[in-house]
């Protein structure tokens, strides 16, 4: 048997309140918000830092990264080889990317636990995040929500939750789509779609997983049912039969649907409460569903997650207005990019151990920690040389200073001296609202994040923000 080993969630910190949405268009008012990336971020991002958060603090290393996703910022690159990058995965690591449907995050992890249990791979790490972009003013545009969620799959004697069984269900039914080439998603009639597609789907795909694995819809104490809205959730809820209290918020409201991340999303969540031996009921929906039933270990009473779903729910920062959402999407003309910063692949390929796995150097006369790393030591002037050591992702404020002049889509830019700990200074950009609470001695956290285009291509680098998510 196989089963989840960990997991963890990256919710921006971002939120888009309903109420401004309908103010900017004149419609009624509606209550909840969701997340939504800032500039910075991308499903890449966002999937890089729940694998990050997962991996790199256990020092963990898996045989296999897949990603997953709907809106990869590259048409023709892996974005799964980025991710292992970023987590500092060796080079002989697996890589896949999964996509085109919201259920690509639960197909790659049924596909992760297929090769585990094969014995192929040991263990595989599925990173699954999407930024779909609705239609300004349309009736996704109070639903389609930013986020990612991270899970390493391995054999069930070292699992938290083992997989009991895992039924799918195809359907060529067109309910969500985007053509090649659209910017925006458009979904079909909701009623028709919940009736014909929806429950056609999750209704029978539950049954048979729940038959799989020898259980009714009375002993699973947490269910994650997947789907497009509120109404369709409740009305597959009623038809399996699943109590209320067995049912899982879908955070609908909170930071709307989480694209291919969502399953996961939610799944997460339940694995930071749930208890031993509880059985729990994952569902996924798109061209088809998919449903697995899970069972808590004695392994879940030990684990301690760092950082918390309820906990990114709730620190969550309001956009102060709707423009300031169509600014981080690219969406107003006349936002882009003023400047063509230079790149280079060379350059970026030889400083890649640096710069993306960020490694500084220990000297070896005084021991001091540097980055990047000096031909002579900055310290002690030895030229003896250096020992590469891993940074550390956490560190407070040495000094810093506002750019207002510097374009920028969330300006002012807030640059840092930084202090790690364990040694290194860095001088870093600040994102997520750092102009609002960083100061002198503040702890902050290291994020990866998109720069610029500069080259025609996707340039990330490190930034900062403030550990507590600040307010307002």
Known sequence: MTGILDAAACVPRHRLPAELVGASWRRTARV?????????????????TAAD?????????????????????????????????????????????????????????????????????????????????????????????????????????EAIATIDAHVTRSDDF?????????????????????VEGYLKNIVPVVQAALERA????????????????????????????????????????????????????????????????????????GDGADALVLTATDRLASRKPARPLDEQVQAGIELDSYQRYLVFRGLVAGQEESERPFSSISLLRRTAKQDVRLYGGRCRNCGRVQYPIPRICRNCRSDLGFDEVKLERRGTVFTLTEEHYFPSPDPPVVVAVLDLEGGGRLVLQGTDGAARDVEIGSSVELVYRRHHEGGGFHNYYWKYRTVNGGSG
């Open 53 to 157: 958060w997962l991996l790199t603090a256990s020092g963990l290393e898996v045989d296999a990264v897949y990603f997953a996703s709907t809106t990869a910022p590259y048409r023709e690159k892996l974005i799964s080889p980025m991710i292992a990058a970023v987590a500092d995965q060796p080079a002989s690591v697996a890589t896949a990317d999964f996509s085109g449907s919201l259920r690509a995050g639960l197909s790659a992890l049924a596909g992760a636990a297929d090769a585990v249990a094969s014995g192929r791979l040991r263990s595989v790490a599925v990173a699954a995040a999407d930024c779909r972009t609705a239609r300004p003013g349309a009736e996704l545009d109070y639903v389609l929500g930013d986020a990612g969620a991270a899970v390493v799959v391995g054999r069930d004697e």
């Open 214 to 285: 020898g259980i009714s819809a009375r002993d699973v104490q947490h269910a994650i049912v997947d789907g497009p809205d509120a109404s369709s959730i409740a009305a597959a809820a009623k038809a399996l039969e699943l109590s209320r209290e067995s049912a899982v918020d879908p955070l609908l409201g909170s930071i709307g649907h989480g694209g291919a991340a969502h399953s996961l999303l939610l799944l997460t969540g339940v694995l930071d409460r749930a208890q031993p031996g509880e059985r729990i009921l994952v569902t996924g929906y």
């Open 32 to 48: 909840g918000s969701r997340a939504v990336a800032n500039a910075d971020e991308d499903s890449f991002t966002l999937a890089a």
């Open 174 to 194: 067109l309910h969500v789509w985007r053509r090649d080439g659209d910017r925006f998603v458009t979904s079909g009639d909701a009623r028709f779609a919940r």
